[in-house]
T-cell receptor, first 112, second 114 residues
Framework: AQSVTQLGSHVSVSEGALVLLRCNYS??????LFWYVQYPNQGLQLLLK??????LVKGINGFEAEFKKSETSFHLTKPSAHMSDAAEYFC??????????FGSGTRLQVQP | NAGVTQTPKFQVLKTGQSMTLQCAQD?????MSWYRQDPGMGLRLIHY???????DQGEVPNGYNVSRSTTEDFPLRLLSAAPSQTSVYFC?????????????FGPGTRLTVL
């Protein structure tokens, strides 16, 4: 069965610092991978997705993620954090189950 | 386009009561689904539908019923509410349900069962 692991339930960075949110997947077949962002009291919004076209995927709001098959990872990065990036971030995979398998989420806090 | 809409936004039920959570999408998507979100557990799939008249169970279907009579609507019914069903419920849709499809989420319904 596929699974998604997000390391760190809470991450705190200073405004302007690098954001790195970690995601590892386990799957016997190449997965489709997604990062979603959830702002307080809102639904989930797609940041970016990997569909095997390119290993480095650029998303909205300056985020990007790199698919590394050898490490089974799909970490999310942003060079410079902004206060508006404070939210919860979910990594998810989809490998033929007609549903997304979600990680447990990482809450990003941005300090002024 | 309104995208995916859900009603109500908040609901409080007593144990044993029934209710229906409404979900509608105006993107002509074939695939619709319901997830529940609990702290520290991400989102878990309850039921899904790949088209009108076709539904199937997800990871946590017990205590919930669904039907899909139109492409646009996918209501979720709680038959006899239990405190364990206190959660935030999200409806989602995608164009075909293919693995690479982006799923679009509604704003959620926060349900409390006393």
């Amino acid at each position: 069965a596929q699974s998604v692991t997000q390391l760190g339930s809470h991450v705190s960075v200073s405004e302007g610092a690098l954001v790195l949110l970690r995601c590892n997947y386990s799957s016997s077949v190449p997965p489709y991978l997604f990062w979603y962002v959830q702002y307080p009291n809102q639904g989930l919004q797609l940041l970016l997705k990997y569909t095997s076209a390119a290993t480095l995927v650029k998303g909205i709001n300056g985020f990007e993620a790199e698919f590394k098959k050898s490490e089974t990872s799909f970490h999310l990065t942003k060079p410079s954090a902004h206060m508006s990036d404070a939210a919860e971030y979910f990594c998810a995979s989809n490998t033929g189950r007609r549903a997304l398998t979600f990680g447990s989420g990482t809450r990003l806090q941005v300090q002024p | 386009n309104a995208g995916v809409t859900q009603t109500p936004k908040f609901q409080v039920l007593k144990t044993g009561q029934s209710m229906t959570l409404q979900c509608a999408q105006d993107m002509n998507h074939e695939y619709m689904s319901w997830y529940r979100q609990d702290p520290g557990m991400g989102l878990r799939l309850i039921h899904y539908s790949v088209g009108a008249g076709i539904t199937d169970q997800g990871e946590v279907p017990n205590g919930y019923n669904v039907s899909r009579s139109t492409t646009e609507d996918f209501p979720l019914r709680l038959l006899s509410a239990a405190p364990s069903q206190t959660s935030v419920y999200f409806c989602a849709s995608s164009r075909t349900g293919a693995d690479s499809d982006t799923q679009y989420f509604g704003p959620g319904t926060r349900l409390t069962v006393l």
